[in-house]
Nanobody, 114 residues
């Protein structure tokens, strides 16, 4: 298990960028597949991207080419670089193992609005 703490969200205009960070404490972090998820109010929490222990990545179709997931195993960190943000990217973003096995953190709010 890991204990994720997300940060880096904020208010940004359409076309802007944000970099989310997740510190995931836990001894087994380097061997875990990690994902970023997002949730709009009233909707399900959906996977946005994941990264394997070896660094292979996979993205949900709507974010391909705009978002990049990365990790630093030495620091137990997972990142999500988000470029060319759209209004529909507005959500609370969470990180967790993929599939989700650990308790959820508090998430970080991303609001894309002009």
């Amino acid at each position: 298990q890991v204990q994720p703490v997300e940060s880096g969200g904020g208010l940004v205009q359409p076309g802007g960028s944000l970099r989310l960070s997740c510190e995931a404490s836990g001894k087994a972090f380097s061997g875990l597949r990690m994902g970023w998820y997002r949730q709009d109010p009233g909707k399900t929490r959906d996977l946005v991207a994941y990264i394997t222990s070896g660094g292979s990545t996979n993205y949900e179709d709507s974010v391909k080419g705009r978002f990049t997931i990365s990790r630093d195993n030495a620091k137990n960190m997972v990142y999500l670089q988000m470029n060319n943000l759209k209004v529909e990217d507005t959500a609370v973003y969470y990180c967790n193992t993929y599939p989700q096995l650990s308790p959820w953190g508090q998430g970080t709010q991303v609001t894309v609005s002009s």
